[in-house]
């Protein structure tokens, strides 16, 4: 499937970079095809669109990359606030305790 080849990048790019001098002819679109022949019509519109997709998947996929490192910038930014989370959680467990027991020692004394 010609789809899958550009969403996957093995269809070379030139294919897409000489076809478009034809789609910049004026008679290059589905109705003056249509007038010509309507096979030639289907092949016509199937080349503008699948054009369009190329063009739309190329811009897409940088954002795509980018998207995946940020989500996984965020999920060690995440694994690394559990993790200290759990450290000051731990902490403050101990601070309670000290506390405690410096409340403790203090009634004793008195």
């Given at each position: 499937k010609i789809s899958t080849c550009i969403q996957d990048g093995t269809i070379d790019e030139r294919n897409f970079k000489d076809v478009r001098k034809y789609l910049?002819?004026?008679?290059f679109n589905v109705k003056e095809m249509q007038n010509k022949n309507s096979a030639a019509a289907g092949i016509c519109n199937f080349v503008i669109n699948i054009v369009k997709y190329?063009?739309?998947?190329?811009d897409i996929e940088p954002k795509k990359q980018a998207l995946k490192?940020?989500?996984?910038?965020?999920?060690?930014?995440?694994?690394?606030l559990t993790s200290v989370m759990d450290s000051v959680a731990k902490l403050e467990a101990r601070l309670e305790k000290l506390t405690t027991e410096l409340k403790e020692a203090n009634r004793s004394k008195q």
């Open positions: 910049d002819q004026e008679y190329y063009d739309t998947v190329k490192e940020a989500t996984n910038q965020l999920n060690d930014a995440n694994s690394k």
